[in-house]
């Protein structure tokens, strides 16, 4: 009886540990439409705002999502703009991710869910807290990735 008990608690404090390493994650899903204007998306989560605005056209509406990840320290987010499990066949003319309320790290762009594309696709404005299309950006895009770390209180 006291190896069971003792199995249970080695289970139980395992469990626990492994939540408490594990990355919190809210995640938005809507559709990115090939209507050739502008349009935007925003999502909010751990008091941070990604704001993603775009021009896209070609083939027709796909299933998009804007997840951000707080890190196991809570010091960090991760704002990923991704088409899940597939590539985009959409092309965007433009694009723009503005985070609020955290200060931008680095940036990150793929073509799919592997392969990255080259960094000087993307603009980082640091006093603005946006990254966008470079002038070399070739309008394929599955994934954008942006690391930031959150302000704190004294510094919004």
Known sequence: MYIHRLNSLVVIVILAIITRLAVSSEIYHFELKPAGIEQHVQHEAYGVQCSFTYSAEGGTKELWSVDIKRSKDHKD???????????????????????SNANIKNAKIYKDQDNKLPDDMLVIDHSKQTVSNSDSFKNEMSRLRIRASIRSRSEL
């Not at 987010?77 to 503005?98: A, G, N, T, W």
Request: with cysteine.
């Open 77 to 99: 987010v991760l704002c990923v703009i991704e088409r899940p499990d597939k590539q985009s066949y959409l092309m965007f003319e433009s694009f723009s991710v503005h985070v």
